[in-house]
């Protein structure tokens, strides 16, 4: 009965390797996020999807792509990791209007550490 | 740039104590949120107070806004050791699509 799942929760990989986190959320929603939270607790938003819809993109290097097979599911494919992409990174989703004005429900975090 | 900035960035209170967190913030916004994360989980919604409102209660939480201060504060009423976590505001500024999260408060409740 999780309403926003994740997997995996953490992942250990070489610098170089290619990765991907997966996002669920079974909440109905419409509007599913990506964040970063590095090591000093900063939250950053890397991308947002509407209905299967793109609608931020922030300044995220292009080795990071998004996928959105339906408005369950949100996945994060990541490419030639790098040691400075270590970070727990969070699904998130809100309900109807998109990103303004409602409240956020997390997934659990993925801990990503590239060596 | 980074919206809201919690205050203090640590604290450390008595079980029983109250606690009260602050967030000031830049640009005017559609509303202000505030998020708890226990170590190591995501993060959980509080409470959302929008910027016509003044005050918002939820159980022991008490959330205030003042506009014309860009700021916010959480109090939290006594306080109990499960509530040891940090706690972040996010704020929505007018036009804008996205919340942007300070860095928070490390609350510790003490037995």
């Known amino acids: 009965d999780t309403a926003v799942s994740q997997t995996p929760k953490y992942l250990v990989t070489q610098m170089g390797n290619d990765k991907s986190i997966k996002c669920e959320q079974n909440?109905?929603?419409?509007?599913m996020y990506w964040y970063k939270q590095d090591s000093k607790k900063f939250l950053k938003i890397m991308f947002s999807y509407n209905n299967k819809e793109l609608i931020i993109n922030e300044t995220v290097p292009n080795r990071f792509s998004p996928k959105s097979p339906d408005k369950a599911h949100l996945n994060l494919h990541i490419n030639s990791l790098e040691l400075g992409d270590s970070a727990v990174y969070f699904c998130?989703?809100?309900?109807?209007?998109?990103?303004?004005?409602?409240?956020?429900?997390f997934g659990p975090g993925t801990r990503l550490t590239v060596l | 740039s980074q919206q809201g900035e919690e205050d203090p960035q640590a604290l450390s209170i008595q079980e029983g104590e109250n606690a009260t967190m602050n967030c000031s913030y830049k640009t005017s916004i559609n509303n202000l949120q505030w998020y708890r994360q226990n170590s190591g989980r995501g993060l959980v919604h509080l409470i959302l107070i929008r910027s016509n409102e003044r005050e918002k209660h939820s159980g022991r939480l008490r959330v205030t806004l003042d506009t014309s201060k860009k700021s916010s504060s959480l109090l939290i009423t006594a306080s109990r050791a499960a509530d040891t976590a940090s706690y972040f505001c996010a704020t929505l500024a007018y036009g804008a699509q996205k919340l942007v999260f300070g860095q928070g408060t490390r609350l510790t409740i003490n037995p």
């Open positions: 909440l109905g929603h419409d509007t």
């Open positions: 998130a989703s809100s309900q109807g209007e998109g990103p303004w004005g409602n409240e956020q429900f």
